[in-house]
């Protein structure tokens, strides 16, 4: 493995710190730094023309279709620029870093005049199709079907955690062509139009009142035969780029935003003194070690790829990186559960979610409270999570005299908490309210959903 950058590499990141700075608003980045809501929408207007106009949109591309034809040095230079600026880089994700490289590299020529030129310059937005409520981690399983019809695929079935489902106008679906084939072997990779009677998109409501991921329901909804990308039945080869172009584009700056997270515990274990108790210190380096392990093999994935390596190590470390990626999210959040006073402050850190919204929840659940939020990844918490978070909860009562609102999809944390209300909670309603005897009747039906 190289760690050393090209004289070239480095020269085309003097010119990108110097473009970033002479585009980016004045005092960008300082810790002072604010913008008020104007500000920010004149901003949120005019960056993504600076963009296209610098050439940073999808600068990886071919000339020929509209990109700079930067090599993959100068990318990932690109990327690390952006990234150390915070500064907003792409337009639409979704098409500008999986779907459109994949018509790039599967598509045909039609295709890629149809499409490309519209991912180039923002006019249409996408949305993935791949997960499905019983086709999560087994990808290969999905149900969701297509049938020709003359010239066109009839579609049937369900998405889920689609993000930004209700905003696009095209989806990169995966389908079953061929229900006889082996699992892998019979799906096609389409592009579906998602303004259409045959969709419909359901916002899934998050605990901070936003609907960001979607389920997609799909009936006799219609798509062009030619919009099949890379070939009937060869879906599973095709999405496996696209897969590999997301991994790959965070390849040395996925581990920034751990590297942030963690610089924002460290602070407020210190601040709140916890940073005292050796186990926190212990957990908090810990998580610091897998920070670096996920850089160091984010360099790995670098080396490999200008390479060219295709071994079978390169595969296992691009699974192995997946994830750590998902051990790290659950650790940031697991150590967000551990605060020594429980403060409204320390537990907002750790809540994702949009700052309004979130300071709206505050705000509402009780006048001075503490506020403790988990979320899908609760049903992975063990009992020493539990009775930490637990522990948490209830010393806070004790000590204040204050209330605490506690949001949980894991209803076991109810065993260690003494809730005095107890609310059930579906699609961001309250569907029915009791005292605690009713934690004791959701353990017997098996709730999965509670809040106290």
């Not at 760690?3 to 110097?18: K, S």
């Not at 980045?29 to 960056?47: A, C, I, L, S, V």
């Not at 172009?245 to 935003?257: D, I, L, M, P």
């Not at 051990?327 to 979610?353: I, K």
Request: glycine share 10%.
């Amino acid at each position: 493995m190289d760690l050393a950058y090209t004289p070239e590499a480095e020269e085309f990141r003097v010119e990108i710190r110097e473009w970033l700075s002479a585009n980016l608003p004045s005092g960008w980045g300082d810790d002072d730094f604010e913008m008020t809501p104007e500000e920010r929408k004149q901003f949120n207007e005019q960056w993504p023309k600076k963009l296209f106009a610098g050439g940073w949109i999808c600068a990886t591309w071919p000339k020929e279709y509209g990109g700079k034809g930067l090599t993959t040095m100068q990318g990932v230079v690109l990327a690390e620029e952006f990234a150390r600026a915070k500064a907003p880089m792409r337009a639409d994700f979704f098409g500008d870093t999986l779907v459109g490289p994949t018509i790039l590299q599967w598509g045909t020529e039609e295709q890629k005049k149809e499409f490309l030129p519209r991912i180039l310059n923002g006019s249409v937005r996408w949305c993935q199709g791949f997960s499905e409520p019983n086709s999560g981690s087994d990808l290969a399983s999905l149900k969701t079907s297509a049938v020709l019809d003359g010239d066109e695929w009839v579609i049937n079935g369900q998405k889920v955690w689609t993000t930004g489902g209700h905003h696009a106008d095209y989806c990169f679906l995966l389908t079953r062509t061929d229900p006889e084939a082996p699992k892998h072997k019979g799906i096609s990779y389409l592009l579906v139009p998602m303004r259409q009677p045959g969709v419909e998109v359901r916002g899934i409501t998050q605990p901070d009142g936003t609907a960001e991921f979607c389920e997609v329901f799909f009936t006799d909804a219609r798509c062009p035969r030619d919009n099949v990308v890379g070939g009937v039945n060869n879906g599973w080869k095709v999405a496996n780029s696209t897969l590999a172009f997301e991994r790959g584009q965070s390849a040395t700056t996925g581990y920034r935003r751990f590297d942030d997270e963690y610089r924002l515990l460290v602070e407020q274990a210190a601040a709140d003194g916890s940073l005292e108790d050796p186990n926190i210190r212990q957990r908090l380096m810990r998580y610091y070690t897998k920070i670096q392990i996920l850089r160091i093999n984010g360099l790995r994935n670098l080396s490999a790829t200008l390479s060219g390596s295709k071994d079978m190590s390169s595969v296992i470390l691009g699974a192995t990186n997946k994830m750590f990626w998902s051990e790290m999210h659950q650790a940031a959040m697991e150590l967000t559960r551990v605060p020594r006073d429980f403060s409204t402050r320390y537990l907002n850190e750790g809540f994702s979610g949009g700052e309004k919204k979130r300071n709206e929840i505050f705000q509402m659940a009780i006048l001075d409270p503490a506020l403790a939020i988990l979320d899908e990844t609760d049903s992975g918490l063990d009992i020493d999570a539990l009775k930490v978070v637990a522990e948490g909860v209830n010393r806070f009562r004790a000590q204040e005299g204050k209330g605490v609102l506690l949001i949980t999809h894991y209803q076991r944390l109810l065993d260690y908490v003494q809730p005095d209300r107890v609310h059930v909670l579906r699609a961001g309603r309250i569907e029915r309210s009791g005292g605690p005897e009713l934690a004791h009747e959701l353990e017997r039906e098996g709730y999965a959903e509670a809040a106290a």
